[in-house]
């Protein structure tokens, strides 16, 4: 098989600030994305070829329509490029079926969504828990991992409340501990303080903050300018493809 490491993206911009030592954990090679009408075809990306490295803090910014949410879905295995290579670790993702992309995604992906997406039948405690049960764990080893995370993240107080019990903010923060609980090679964060107020939006960008600082390599779209402050590298894109990609902060 062939590793990240052994070769380089045909044609990427060069990912700028890479510190001596980090290693690609997701690389994009060439890719293009193209959405069938019946007989009309319409290319949304094109030919797009970027390295993500371990423990980056990536804001993905561009104007609607630019391919973001496209690109995203693709990084998440939510979606496969029409053409190109997407290698996550140093697996190419790009011929695995649906079955083994689901695989990836429960398995190396931490999702966190601008609706949260929590199931609402279930509390907080096992809605951390439900990554955990579909990768193996045992109940004891679930309960285990789901309460220090739902401590990490100030929830320890809500553990048997339902996300309808929960502010914006507090179901957010059970999205974060979800995303974190099966240790996630990369966290995709989409819009995740769009439905939320300052305030909230604030803790959670703190908690981003936090899981940096603790090594977690993060890729957030978002149409923030502020957010992607935040961030350490910001890739921007228009009409699908890159357009800028540069080092906020050392």
Do not use: W
């Amino acid at each position: 098989m062939t590793t990240l490491d052994s070769h380089s993206a045909q044609g990427a911009i060069p990912s700028p600030g890479l510190v001596a030592g980090q290693s690609v954990v997701a690389r994009l090679e060439d890719i293009r994305k193209t959405y069938y009408m019946g007989a009309l075809s319409v290319e949304v990306l094109h030919g797009i070829s970027l390295d993500f490295y371990a423990g980056d803090y990536i804001s993905i910014m561009g104007p609607s329509g630019c391919g973001k949410s496209t690109l995203m879905n693709i990084l998440g295995c939510l979606d496969q490029a029409t053409e190109g290579k997407y290698y996550l670790g140093s697996e190419d993702t790009s011929q695995l079926g649906d079955d083994e992309l689901s695989g990836i995604r429960g398995a190396r992906l931490g999702f966190i969504f601008q609706s949260y997406n929590l199931i609402q039948q279930l509390d907080v405690l096992e809605n951390i828990e439900m990554p955990l049960f579909y990768q193996g764990y045992s109940e004891s080893e679930s309960h285990e991992i789901a309460m220090g995370l739902a401590e990490r993240v100030g929830l320890e107080d809500r553990l048997d409340h339902k996300p309808f019990e929960l502010s914006g903010g507090q179901q957010q923060r059970v999205a974060i501990a979800r995303a974190l609980a099966v240790d996630p090679l990369i966290i995709l964060a989409d819009e995740p303080t769009g439905n939320l107020d300052t305030k909230s939006g604030a803790e959670i960008l703190k908690l981003f903050d936090d899981l940096h600082a603790q090594g977690k390599t993060l890729i957030m779209v978002t149409h923030s300018d502020e957010l992607a402050e935040r961030t350490k590298r910001e890739i921007r894109l228009i009409d699908g493809t890159v357009e800028s990609d540069e080092r906020l902060h050392a």
